[in-house]
């Protein structure tokens, strides 16, 4: 079984209007609401893709009670440790979708803090779910957890159980993730210049920087509109963007990491896994909301879908 964690589920509120300028009132044309933070979007495109997942995580109040029923609106097996504490509720983040010219602005919540009682619940739990060679993906934002090393700890109990883990974190929880080892990790330009520690100029640069991560097996490196730069072991794959029509880009790493995800459970060939994978990202780029990509859609894309082994 694929288990994702989300430890900072949110509403995601959208707003589109025709342009954001400073100091001047905005117009909105419309507004959605859907679901946010990584690991509920994983577990959504893993279970498009037809890939069984169960979504684990923490919910607080009743925007809390909300992300669980959207969640299972959308068919996704759910294991939410639910809490109701004082004033407290789970993060909504607000995003700008901005018609001319397509500019997405994310402003995210922090978040009511976890205590350690609540991730020591959480351990709990998926010390008694997990077996042998499930997977339990680490995602997202953590910054409402004190403990940076909440991954590297969650990491262990995975290994301890014989499970691999996959991490999509960034920042410091990124950087002390990784001390685990994990099987696979999707870094964004910015994460991986982070993990270098330098200012990476060019596709090279990128190249070496990956190949320099060697305790990892698998590192899919996400690259806005410039595609991807995926590391299976020693070799390394250039993933072209597909041509859409940008909409609303937030969600297309979560969608490409799925992708990923969904072609080792199903045995695709490397280059079959990549193409996929750019194409339900470039499918998700089309979609208004930040969750999901459609199906269809991502077929008709793959036709196009470009890769390239570099190594
Ligand atoms: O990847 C897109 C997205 O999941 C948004 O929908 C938004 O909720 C945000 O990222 C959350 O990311 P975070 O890293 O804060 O958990």
């Known amino acids: 079984m694929i288990y994702t964690v989300t430890l900072n589920p949110a509403v995601d509120k959208i707003i589109f209007l025709d342009e954001f300028i400073k100091e001047k009132t905005a117009r909105i044309k419309k507004t959605l609401e859907t679901l946010g933070g990584k ?17 684990l995580g923490i919910t607080i109040g009743e925007n809390g009670k909300k ?10 097996g759910v294991r939410f440790l639910h809490y109701e504490l004082q004033g407290l509720e789970s993060r909504t983040n607000y995003e700008i979708v901005e018609l001319n010219g397509n500019v997405c602005t994310m402003m995210s919540e922090r978040g009511p803090m976890l205590s350690s009682s609540i991730t020591d619940d959480l351990i709990a739990q998926i010390k008694g779910l997990l077996r042998a060679d499930d997977i339990l993906v680490l995602m997202g934002d953590a910054s409402n957890v004190q403990d940076t090393a909440i991954y590297t700890e969650l990491a262990q109990v995975a290994k301890q159980c014989g499970a691999k883990v996959i991490l999509d974190a960034s920042g410091t929880y990124l950087v002390e993730g990784i001390k685990s080892k994990p099987y696979m990790i999707k870094p964004n330009f910015e994460e991986l210049c982070f993990i270098a520690g330098r200012e990476l100029k060019d596709e090279a640069d990128v190249v070496s920087a990956l ?49 990923i995800i969904a072609g080792q459970e199903k045995g695709w060939g490397r280059e079959e896994t990549l193409k996929w994978a750019t194409s339900v990202s470039g499918s998700a780029v089309e979609s208004e909301i930040t969750t999901g990509f459609d199906n269809d859609r991502a077929m008709e894309l793959k036709l196009t879908a470009k890769v390239i082994k570099l190594k």
Not at 39 to 55: F, Y
Not at 219 to 228: E, R
């Open 211 to 259: 190949e320099s991560i060697t305790e990892i097996p698998i590192v899919a490196m996400t690259w806005s509109g410039n595609g991807a730069v995926v590391k299976f072991g020693s070799d390394i794959y250039r993933v072209y963007p597909v041509k859409v029509r940008p909409m609303n880009e937030a969600g297309c790493g979560d969608a490409f990491l799925a992708a």
């Open 39 to 55: 690991g509920t979007h994983l577990s959504i495109d893993l279970k498009l893709m037809d890939v069984d997942n169960t979504a």
């Open 67 to 76: 992300i669980t029923q959207m969640m299972e609106s959308w068919g996704v």
